[in-house]
């Protein structure tokens, strides 16, 4: 077992300090296969003193399969790619300076995005591997990144300007742990963005274990945040049209289960089923729909405050934390 020790006073401004200044947060390097060992000593900012060691043995691209958790350069349908950049972008557009934390940050390719001259990243992944990798591609740009868990930061009060958690809160079986602890570590003055699939637009995806209506995401944030405002995350027609396809298929692929076994099966074998599945749809379908050659990009998604059942995305601004 490995651990990291983590110091993290509270950003400027912030009256919140409950917890103790420094404490441990148990990493398993069991769960990453060892080979290459980073140690990082401290974050660049001085914000935070970090000793951590991270372990990986494959590169980067290798470490994270396509099961339909999280999304791939190169696997992943562009256009849903551009959907996760362009929420990315809206949340770039409303930041001002100061310290950001990413949770769910991946392999960093979007989170390296937040950093500037006046603003320190740090990314936050539950996978020890992934971590290291955002670390390893990122680390020279700015970006750092640490193996947590969302519902259980271990990260100080107040500690960030800015908090991101971009489509993580639908994998919580109780959100509620997770839009806590980002209340928490949130400064007084300091905003999140939550961004998560609106219910009645998503696909079926056993890894999406909580889906929100409007309704819902506002009810739930507004236990945890003093303002809250929801907006949608659509597409222009183009994209449209190439969702309403990808949909399409994978209706005609659950019309094969139509007494719905599937979710009779073990959670274990039902993950393995989609997986499986998607793999084969996206290798058997068109190259429109895999890859990178459909032509849609971020340019093509905007906000909006008219959500319908065919808005794409749910995205929320949240500002005076109340953890």
Request: with cysteine.
């Amino acid at each position: 077992m490995l651990w990291a020790w983590i110091s993290l006073p509270p950003a400027s401004g912030s009256s919140r300090s409950r917890h103790p200044s420094r404490w441990t947060v148990p990493i398993p390097l069991s769960a990453a296969r060892s080979a290459i060992l980073r140690r990082v000593s401290s974050l660049a900012t001085g914000v935070f003193t970090t000793r951590l060691h991270y372990a990986a043995v494959v590169g980067p691209r290798r470490i994270v399969k396509l099961t339909g958790e999280r999304p791939i350069e190169g696997e992943t349908p562009d256009s849903l790619l551009a959907l996760h950049a362009a929420g990315y972008r809206e949340v770039r557009a409303r930041l001002g300076p100061g310290r950001l934390l990413d949770v769910g940050c991946g392999l960093g390719d979007e989170s390296v995005g937040f950093t500037s001259s006046d603003r320190s990243v740090v990314g936050v992944d539950y996978d020890p591997a992934t971590a290291a990798a955002a670390v390893r591609a990122h680390g020279r740009s700015g970006l750092e990144a640490v193996c947590g868990d969302g519902s259980r930061l271990g990260l100080r009060d107040g500690a960030f300007d800015a908090v991101c958690s971009s489509h993580l809160i639908e994998h919580f079986v109780d959100p509620e742990l997770h839009v806590r602890e980002v209340s928490r570590v949130l400064a007084d003055d300091g905003t999140a963005f939550f961004l998560t699939p609106n219910a009645p637009a998503d696909f079926e995806n056993p890894y999406h274990v909580y889906l929100f209506t409007p309704e819902d995401l506002r009810a739930t944030l507004r236990r945890h945040f003093g303002s809250v405002e929801v907006l949608g995350l659509d597409a222009n027609e183009t994209a449209k049209a190439d969702f309403e396809q990808r949909r399409a298929m994978a209706d005609r692929l659950l019309r094969l289960d139509p007494l719905g076994l599937r979710h009779r099966l073990p959670r274990q074998a039902f993950v393995w089923l989609h997986a499986t599945g998607r793999r084969l749809a996206y290798r058997y379908t068109s190259t429109s729909q895999t890859g990178g050659s459909s032509g849609i990009t971020e340019a093509d998604f905007a906000t909006t405050d008219s959500i319908d059942e065919t808005t794409l995305v749910l995205f929320a601004v949240c500002r005076q934390p109340l953890d």
